[in-house]
């Protein structure tokens, strides 16, 4: 049998994995890898910086379904990857990260460019490797997709030392793998399963609080059909949206610290609370002690058993993937009379609920403009679905911009919506949104974005043009970190320490990097210059002045519980 090289078998076996794109940039340590990448039918996107890769893989792995591939060299190379894999590790997002390392006769000699990047990722992967062998290449490639991909997803590193990638071994692609400390559990214990089910039936005011494990776990046909079947309303976490169609009444829109009044009061009267792929995160709950105080039963369907009453004590545990619980579910509800009588008592809470949205709206004064004729960020969430009637794919930042999007845009479809959630990480945006398009290249892919944010990795701009990624760039900017003024004028006595900023000429910097950039600062302009832009090829940036003063309303405050809402 022909013997290939280490960095041949990683590619054979990437392929085998069914790999058609990888982000990286190469460097000396990982360069065997880089020579054999050259001669395969595997698409290589060149980033500008290594967390930009990550970010890339991000957003490619949450629309496609599939883990993202990153590749880069040891050292910086390697470390500079580490907040996109913190990153996919808190939001479930499959990835393998390939790096180079130094040659094994050299690793803890502080070599060049050496780190310890097992060590270093160690706390934020699901699994890491460090590859000492050769013959152990395509065996480790094979369980780092498995890993990331099963169960509840996550990023895994592979470590690969130069020499490793230097030797030679036959090379046979592994058909299936054993792993015997790692064995997800995919069916829900039957028992458990109807024991919620019975809850649901008892109850009079049963809610579906649905976190982003319904998307990963492909679950959004199923929560409709027994969110509908039962005419149980459904509230979605920053993670889960579009797994609702907003356009359904029963979808009440996101919950927690920026969600609505109407959600928020509802989650505070339900009887009965439905747990599906959430993880009662802190921006969710705000003072546990006060979270959902009158749901005398607390259902939690889950695949991570580790989940399950981490936050949250919970009366009815289930693990198990998501799709596979929910269809049991649904079996067992199907023809069940006693459930089928107590839709009409389901349907007024469901009215009380519709009643308190409309009692306190979002930002009802926002959507009829300004009096000083400038740019509301409600009129811009609201022009960018009337020119994309919904049907795109959008990726955010972290900070304000980001919420007004979660809160204001109708998205009808999973999969149609990124953002960084449990990290929070800045200069997501940009790079996901290009990773989306390499996943989906036939959508449309916006970006929205802030002033700050969009600074944190605005290089990869560079990566668009050069690959001709056709994507629109919304940036609203208000000169400030707007999340961090909104907190500094409300909980710091209006002492805004160092959140005002200067920022380039975003029209010029666009330019500069061969892409389209547009200035909006009237809101006049706005439908006329946001068309223009749409309708423009290529990599466009738009560039929007909003007031410093719009703030994200309603908020829970800091220590604060549900029923303690700020609305201005």
């Known amino acids: 049998m022909k013997k290939l090289t280490g960095a041949q078998i990683v590619i054979e076996s990437l392929i085998a994995e069914g790999v058609d794109v990888i982000f990286g940039y190469p460097g000396g340590a990982?360069?065997?890898?880089?020579?054999?990448?050259?001669?395969?039918?595997?698409?290589?996107?060149?980033?500008?910086?290594?967390?930009?890769?990550?970010?890339?893989?991000?957003?490619?792995?949450?629309?496609?379904?599939?883990?993202?591939v990153v590749i880069v060299t040891s050292g910086p190379g390697a470390t500079n990857?580490?907040?996109?894999?913190?990153?996919?590790?808190?939001?479930?997002?499959?990835?393998?990260?390939?790096?180079?390392?130094?040659?094994?006769?050299?690793?803890?000699?502080?070599a060049f460019q050496e780190a310890d990047f097992v060590g270093i990722t160690r706390p934020c992967t699901k699994h890491n490797y460090l590859v000492k062998d050769v013959r152990d290449v395509a065996r480790?490639?094979?369980?780092?997709?498995?890993?990331?991909?099963?169960?509840?997803?996550?990023?895994?590193?592979?470590?690969?030392?130069?020499?490793?990638?230097?030797?030679?071994?036959?090379?046979?692609?592994?058909?299936?793998?054993?792993?015997?400390?790692?064995?997800?559990?995919?069916?829900?214990?039957?028992?458990?399963?109807?024991?919620?089910?019975?809850?649901?039936?008892?109850?009079?005011?049963?809610?579906?609080?649905?976190g982003g494990g319904v998307q990963w776990s492909g679950a959004a046909a199923e929560l409709r059909e027994l969110a509908k079947g039962l005419h149980i309303p459904v509230t979605e976490t920053l993670m889960a949206l579009g797994s609702m169609p907003s356009s359904d009444s029963l979808r009440l829109g996101m919950l927690g610290m920026h969600g609505s009044y109407g959600t928020n009061t509802a989650v505070t009267n339900t009887d009965c609370l439905i747990a599906v792929g959430a993880r009662f995160d802190d921006r969710v709950t705000g003072r546990i002690a006060d979270f959902a105080p009158k749901a005398e039963t607390i259902v939690h369907i889950d695949i991570d058993p580790s989940s399950i009453s981490k936050n949250v004590r919970v009366d009815i545990p289930i693990v198990g993937d998501i799709k596979t619980v929910l269809s049991d579910m649904l079996r067992m509800v199907k023809g069940r009379e006693s459930i089928a009588r107590r839709r009409p008592e389901w349907q007024k809470w469901h009215q009380q609920i519709l009643e308190w949205k409309r009692d306190k709206p979002l930002y009802e004064n926002g959507k009829a403009g300004r009096k000083d004729g400038l740019v509301s960020p409600v009129q811009v969430i609201e022009e960018l679905h009337n020119i994309t009637k919904g049907d795109c794919i959008v990726a955010t930042d972290v900070g304000q911009h980001q919420m007004w999007v979660a809160q204001l845009f109708p998205f009808e479809n999973p999969r149609s919506w990124l953002t960084s959630g449990g990290l929070g990480t800045m200069g997501y945006g940009l790079p996901a949104g290009i990773g989306a398009k390499f996943a989906a290249p036939d959508k449309r892919v916006v970006v929205v974005s802030g002033d700050g944010s969009i600074q944190?990795?605005?290089?990869?701009?560079?990566?668009?043009?050069?690959?001709?990624?056709?994507?629109?760039?919304?940036?609203?900017?208000?000169?400030?970190?707007?999340?961090?003024?909104?907190?500094?004028?409300?909980?710091?006595?209006?002492?805004?320490?160092?959140?005002?900023?200067?920022?380039p000429?975003?029209?010029?910097?666009?330019?500069?990097?061969?892409?389209?950039?547009?200035?909006?600062?009237?809101?006049?302009?706005?439908?006329?210059?946001?068309?223009?832009?749409?309708?423009?090829?290529?990599?466009?940036?738009?560039?929007?002045a909003i007031p410093k003063d719009e703030a994200v309303m309603p908020m829970i405050p800091p220590g604060g519980s549900m029923s303690e809402m700020l609305f201005a």
């Open 30 to 68: 990982i360069l065997p890898t880089y020579d054999a990448l050259l001669d395969s039918k595997i698409k290589h996107v060149l980033v500008r910086h290594e967390q930009g890769a990550t970010h890339m893989a991000e957003g490619y792995a949450r629309v496609s379904g599939r883990p993202g």
């Open 81 to 110: 990857t580490v907040t996109g894999i913190a990153d996919a590790y808190m939001d479930s997002t499959p990835m393998v990260v390939l790096s180079g390392q130094v040659s094994t006769s050299l690793i803890g000699n502080d």
């Open 140 to 210: 480790i490639i094979k369980e780092a997709f498995y890993i990331a991909g099963t169960g509840r997803p996550g990023p895994v590193v592979v470590d690969l030392p130069k020499d490793v990638q230097q030797a030679e071994h036959s090379f046979k692609f592994p058909d299936k793998v054993e792993l015997r400390g790692f064995k997800p559990t995919i069916r829900g214990n039957p028992r458990q399963i109807e024991r919620a089910v019975e809850a649901i039936e008892k109850s009079t005011r049963p809610l579906l609080y649905v």
């Open 505 to 544: 000429n975003f029209v010029k910097l666009a330019e500069a990097y061969g892409a389209h950039g547009f200035r909006i600062d009237k809101a006049k302009d706005l439908a006329k210059t946001m068309k223009e832009a749409f309708e423009t090829p290529g990599t466009v940036l738009i560039d929007v």
């Open 456 to 503: 944190m990795n605005i290089q990869e701009l560079g990566t668009a043009v050069q690959y001709g990624v056709d994507i629109k760039v919304v940036i609203l900017n208000n000169y400030f970190l707007g999340m961090v003024r909104q907190w500094q004028e409300r909980f710091y006595q209006e002492r805004y320490s160092y959140s005002a900023m200067s920022v």
